[in-house]
Each structure stands twice: as structure tokens, then as C-alpha cells.
């Protein structure tokens, strides 16, 4: 039992490890402006990882401590203390690996939050170049509007000189 909870805990120390990594990945593609709180989750999270990994070690050495006693036959108080110590080990094993699996949650929801954040962004780009295209194309036709009223004034005095002109007594 004690064998298999100890692989259960190096398994779980493992995939947490590899989590740390996908993680520390993510982190890395996260715009500048943005990263640096990121980063300090993740420096957290990789202390505490290690935090673990020594308590861990620890925890294996009593355990390894407790066989070697029993097979030797050693008094039953001193296995008893290190029947407590290992069971105060295990316990914070299982309270650091739930701490882990929170992390793992943050990790999820922030890149959750991230992505949608990535859309909005996008969204928000597309609209901004469609209104830059509407601008440009307000101010073509407003040059073409320029133009064309510039020519009626123009005829517009032209044709209003010989207007007054024909008018004019002939000598």
C-alpha cells in the first residue's frame, strides 16, 4: 500500500511537472505588456513544485528509514515515531498535491481568460480596419465633391459673365 502510494505521488510529481512546463510555454506566448504577471504565478508555482519534491524526498527517506528498521527488528516506539512522521509527510503530500491541482485550475481558467482576451483583441482589430476603410473611402469622395463643386462654380461664373455681358448695352 505504502509502495503504491508513493508511485501514485511520484506520478502526480511528474505530470504536475509537466504541467509546470506546458504552463511556463504558455506563459512565454502571452503578449510583453501582460507576461509579467504570469511569470510571477509561475516562479510561484515551480517554488513550490520544489517545496514538494523535498518534502517528498524526505518522506521517502523516513519511509525507507521505517522498512530497514523493521526488517532489522529495531523497537517498535522508534517505528512508531516514524510511522507519525510519515503520515504527517503524507498528509502534507496530499495538501501540496490539491495546492498543485488549484495551480492547475488558475492555469486553466488564465489561459481560458487569455484566449478570449485574444478574440476580443482580434474582433476589435477587425472593426477598427473597417472603419479605417470607411474613412479612406469618406475621403475620396469628399475630394471627388471637392472637385466637382469647384467646376460648378466655375461654369457657374463663367456662364453668369456672359450672362451679364449679353445684357450689356451694345455700342
Known amino acids: 500500500e505504502k509502495k503504491q502510494m508513493v508511485a501514485n505521488v511520484e506520478k502526480q510529481l511528474e505530470e504536475a511537472k509537466e504541467l509546470l512546463e506546458q504552463m511556463d510555454l504558455e506563459v512565454r506566448e502571452i503578449p510583453p ?11 510561484s508555482y515551480k517554488q ?3 517545496k514538494l519534491e523535498t518534502d517528498f524526498k524526505r518522506s521517502r ?8 528498521n523493521e526488517l532489522l527488528g529495531d523497537d517498535g516506539n522508534s517505528s512508531e515515531n516514524q510511522r507519525a512522521h510519515l503520515l ?4 502534507r503530500l496530499e495538501r501540496s498535491s490539491r495546492r498543485l491541482e488549484a495551480g492547475y485550475q488558475i492555469a486553466v481558467e488564465t489561459e481560458q481568460i487569455g484566449q478570449e482576451m485574444l478574440e476580443n483583441l482580434s ?5 477598427i480596419q473597417r472603419a479605417r476603410e470607411r474613412l479612406r473611402e469618406t475621403d475620396a469622395n469628399l475630394g471627388k465633391s471637392s472637385r466637382i463643386l469647384t467646376g460648378m462654380l466655375r461654369r457657374g461664373c463663367s456662364v453668369k459673365k456672359q450672362f451679364h455681358l449679353s445684357l450689356a448695352p451694345k455700342a
Open 123 to 127: 474582433h476589435d482589430r477587425e472593426k
Open 88 to 91: 504527517d509527510n503524507t498528509e
Open 61 to 68: 527517506i523516513a519511509y525507507s528509514d521505517e522498512v530497514r
Open 33 to 43: 505588456q501582460s507576461r509579467g504577471m504570469y511569470s510571477n504565478r509561475m516562479r
Open 48 to 50: 513550490e513544485m520544489g
